[in-house]
């Protein structure tokens, strides 16, 4: 496709149930990034996929929080029984040269989650 | 630790010039990149510094000190649709990019 895309755009769900997150990240890029961010606030890395190589799982905030890439092109990210605090948007980002200076990072539109 | 730090908000006004300064303290650097973030889409990519110096880009150039872990971004002929969140990020020493919070600024006509 031309960018990244994500799915769905906006989920709502109750407190304790598990969610997944699409991600479909720019056709021949070999990174991918989770990133969360909260309302007015900075972006918070979560994840980071290269290639075949095990996956960053550093920014990860908790053990409910898991993601995998299959044939190192689509993303799901799950959490698992949500609570308030995961409320925020889920940004995902793909790119070309990982491990280069030059590496720029094309984002898709998001997934706004919000947790009653 | 690692730290990026921006001005929350700043206020313009139409036509005016406006910079938007970013430090920053990283494990090592391998380029800074600015991003602008309107309200409820996705960061887009705006310019990308590695030397010391100015880099142009039509309405908007970015500045770099790398002795003093100083970025700046300057916008010039300010248009409302410049209205939007400016987020610095840096490259540390293992290709990671490191995000300041964003620099939210307000365009008044």
């Known amino acids: 496709g031309a960018g990244v895309s994500q799915s769905p755009s906006n989920k709502v769900t109750e407190k304790g149930k598990d969610v997944e997150l699409r991600c479909d990240p720019i056709s021949g890029h070999t990174a991918l990034y989770w990133y969360r961010q909260s309302l007015g606030q900075g972006l918070e890395f979560l994840i980071y996929f290269q290639g075949n190589s095990a996956p960053d799982k550093s920014g990860l905030p908790s053990d409910r929080f898991s993601a995998e890439r299959t044939g190192g092109s689509v993303s799901t990210l799950t959490i698992q029984r949500t609570q308030q605090e995961d409320s925020a948007v889920y940004l995902c980002a793909s790119s070309l040269q990982p491990q280069s200076g030059t590496d720029t990072q094309y984002f898709g539109p998001g997934t706004r989650l919000t947790v009653l | ?109």
């Open chain 2, 1 to 109: 630790g690692q730290n990026i730090d921006q001005p929350t908000e700043m206020t313009a006004t139409e036509g005016a010039i406006v910079q938007i300064n970013c430090t920053y303290q990283t494990s090592g650097f391998n380029g800074l990149f600015w991003y602008q973030q309107h309200a409820g889409e996705a960061p887009t990519f705006l310019s990308y510094n590695v030397l010391d110096g100015l880099e142009e880009k039509g309405r908007f150039s970015s500045f770099l000190s790398r002795s003093k872990g100083y970025s700046y971004l300057l916008l010039k002929e300010l248009q409302m649709k410049d209205s939007a969140s400016y987020l610095c990020a840096v490259m540390d020493s293992n290709y990671q990019l490191i995000w300041g919070a964003g620099t939210k600024l307000i365009i008044k006509p």
